[in-house]
């Protein structure tokens, strides 16, 4: 082969390398221009769009720890499980980010539900991890996978509970005795007792998904204004429906009689419906419908007959220093009217109540609750009377716990109704001291 050959090739070698490396160059330049969009497109929350980026970049040929960390988190965030579980795994092979894999796929798991693995890779990070954060972050998924299970077995119990059952005893002191079937204070105070007690049993299926039948009693007795003596009895029955993971409703039918003063009262026919959303792990919606058909058994009361509709919404919060609960009602009457010598006066509100519940946790014994609420209730005009009500409610008590299902409560409740009409206006002050117990 002649000098002038032999350099030829020469020349053509040269550039062939020189052209591959440039090509080299502008695709390394490619992946990172990926990689590096990718990881914007992250911190932006844009984890789809950083999914293709990653992908590109891998499929460009990069291999690192760094990429797959980031496609595994990517696919997390996007709710891929799977596919994060798959990159995490690749991750697991660099012995540096081991254990930082793991917690990661242990979050996986518990996204899948399987607790098991998921306490198999945190077990693995408490064992073998030198970062402190991080093992004191996989601990406590280890805790909250534990008292999940024993959230679960309670939960199971309490569904398949045949019977339970509510007493609670009461004195007190009332300064200004409420006249119920006219809705006026006798301004005469009194002290009374007060006894409340229910029972129910599972007649079929569970608590979640079944039904129940129940009894109920209530009885105040004042000491030497017996006229104002009210006692209550009923039986009903319920149905209850769990309609998925969030959704709990019940419906019930119940009937009660009631004693006023010594005489009979009225007797009322009652049908519910009930049903409670979980938003997250601590706050809860209720909703509630009421419709009440109201007889009177007494023809002194036959103005009172009826009926009434009770619609409520009401969210509650529950922590572990504190709990509260608001809701709005909203009720509507249909009664007959009073007809007097003096006038007729309507007994047919339609009433908006708002109201407030905080109570804080002070201790495993002692919890402080403050109540308020407010109720407007305007009445249909008459000849003789067009009247609107606006009542405050403030109340304060204190919980002592002996037990998670027996209690000691003092309790003061202050009343401050205005009216239009003079004789329905009052301030009222109630004091009791109580006990509780649930079965």
Known sequence: MSFIKIRLIFVVLIALISFSSQVVSAVTSTTQDDFKKGTAYFQQGN??????????????????????????GSYYKFGEYNKSKKYFLKVHNYKNMQQLAEYNLGLIALKQKNKKTADKW????????K??????????????IRSRKKTVR???????KKWSAYLNASLGYDDNVNFAPLGIT????????????????????????????????????????DVFDEYVYGAGIKKLLQLNQDWQTAYSLNMSKINYGGEDYQTIAKIGA?????????????????????????????????WRQKLRAEYRLFRKQDNSRFYYELELNNRNNLNLPGGDFSYSPTRHTLRGKYTSILSREWHLTGDLSYRGSKYPATITQNRQDDRAKAAIYTDYRFTRDFKLRAKIEYTDNRSTEDIFAYKRTVYTLSLSALF
């Open 274 to 306: 009930e049903a409670r959303n979980a938003l997250s792990k601590n706050s809860r919606l209720y909703f509630r419908y009421g419709y009440e058909g109201i007889n009177s058994n007494n023809p002194l009361f036959d103005y009172l007959e009826g």
């Open 154 to 160: 309670k939960i199971s119990a309490w569904t398949t």
């Open 122 to 129: 945190f077990g693995n990070v408490v064992k073998n991890s």
């Open 131 to 144: 970062d402190k954060k991080l093992v004191t972050l996989a601990e406590n998924k280890r805790k909250e």
């Open 186 to 225: 006798s301004e005469r105070s009194d002290n009374f007792s007060e006894i409340v007690t229910s029972v129910d049993y599972l007649l079929a299926g569970n608590r979640r998904d079944g039904w129940l039948g129940e009894a109920y009693f209530y009885d105040i007795n004042y000491f030497t204004e």
């Open 47 to 72: 984890y789809a769009a950083a999914v293709k980026s990653f992908a590109r970049a891998e499929a460009q040929g990069m291999k690192s720890p760094a990429l797959y960390y980031n496609l595994a």
